[in-house]
C-alpha cells in the first residue's frame, strides 16, 4: 500500500520558518514528480509546489516564491518543503501528493495528476 507521511508542522510566528518533510513508501520514489498543496478551512486545496523526478526541476506558486523551497532525496525517499518568512495566510493543513503522469523532467500544478497523497500537517502561522 502506498504511503505519504507529511510531518514538521506546527505554530510559528509571522517571519518564522518550518522545514515540512513527507516520506513515501510503497512506490518507486524515483518515478514520481512530487507536489505539495494546501487547504485552508473553508477553501479548496491549492498548489504550493513541486518538483520533478529528476534534475530538480521546480514550480511554485506565486504566493510562495522566494519564500518557499522544494526539495527532494530520490536516496531517502523524502520531499521537503523549507519554508520561510512565513505569514499568516500561510495558514493551512499542508498535503504532499505524488504525481505519475508527468515526465521525468516536468512538474505539474494541477491535481489530477497526482495519484497519491498523504494525510496532511497542520501549519498555523500567528501574527
Known amino acids: 500500500q502506498v504511503q505519504l507521511v507529511e510531518s514538521g508542522g506546527g505554530l510559528v510566528q509571522a517571519g518564522g520558518s518550518l522545514r515540512l518533510s513527507c516520506a513515501a513508501s510503497g512506490l518507486t520514489f524515483s518515478n514520481y514528480a512530487m507536489g505539495w498543496f494546501r487547504q485552508a478551512p473553508g477553501k479548496e486545496r491549492e498548489f504550493v509546489s513541486a518538483i520533478s523526478r529528476r534534475l530538480g526541476n521546480t514550480a511554485y506558486a506565486d504566493s510562495v516564491k522566494g519564500r518557499f523551497t522544494i526539495s527532494r532525496d530520490n536516496l531517502k525517499e523524502t520531499v521537503y518543503l523549507q519554508m520561510n518568512s512565513l505569514k499568516p495566510e500561510d495558514t493551512s493543513v499542508y498535503y504532499c501528493?505524488?504525481?505519475?503522469?508527468?515526465?521525468?523532467?516536468?512538474?505539474?500544478?494541477?491535481?489530477?495528476?497526482?495519484?497519491?497523497w498523504g494525510q496532511g500537517t497542520q501549519v498555523t502561522v500567528s501574527s
Open positions: 501528493a505524488a504525481d505519475s503522469r508527468s515526465s521525468i523532467v516536468r512538474v505539474s500544478t494541477t491535481r489530477d495528476y497526482y495519484d497519491y
